[in-house]
C-alpha cells in the first residue's frame, strides 16, 4: 500500500526541515534555495527534488558556521522551554558533521 507521508518524507526541503530544523518546512526551503546543502557532494538549489535511499545530504563547508549556529540555538531553546526534539526513523543523523543520510523508504513502490 503506498504511504503518501512516507513519499513527502523523501522532498529535499521536506528531509532538510525534519532533521535539522524540527518541522520548519519555510527556513529549509529558504536554505536549501540559497545552496546551503550538498545531496551526494554535489550542490543543489532545488527544494521539490526527491532522495533516493542512499543519498547523503551534507552541509556545504562554506556555509557550516551558520548551520552550526542555527542548530545550537534550536537545542538551546528546546532545552529552556522544554520541547523535544522528534526525529524521523528514515534518517540516520550525524551532528558532528552536519550531514544525514536516507536509509529507510517503507512502501515507496511507486511502480503500483
Not at 86 to 107: A, D, E, K, Q, R
Request: glycine letters at 4%; charged letters at 20%; hydrophobic letters at 40%.
Amino acid at each position: 500500500m503506498f504511504n503518501f507521508l512516507n513519499f513527502l518524507d523523501r522532498r529535499f526541503d521536506i528531509s532538510v526541515s525534519k532533521v535539522f530544523l524540527n518541522n520548519n518546512i519555510f527556513t529549509a526551503r529558504q536554505l536549501v534555495l540559497h545552496g546551503f546543502f550538498l545531496i551526494n557532494g554535489d550542490k543543489c538549489k532545488s527544494p521539490s527534488i526527491f532522495l533516493k535511499e542512499g543519498d547523503i545530504v551534507t552541509v556545504d563547508p562554506v556555509k557550516w558556521s551558520y548551520m552550526y549556529s542555527l542548530l545550537l540555538n534550536r537545542y538551546i531553546r528546546s532545552l529552556k522551554y522544554g520541547k523535544k526534539i522528534h526525529l524521523n526513523n528514515n534518517y540516520v543523523i550525524s551532528y558532528s558533521t552536519l550531514s544525514f543520510l536516507l536509509v529507510c523508504n517503507s512502501n515507496l513502490n511507486l511502480n503500483k
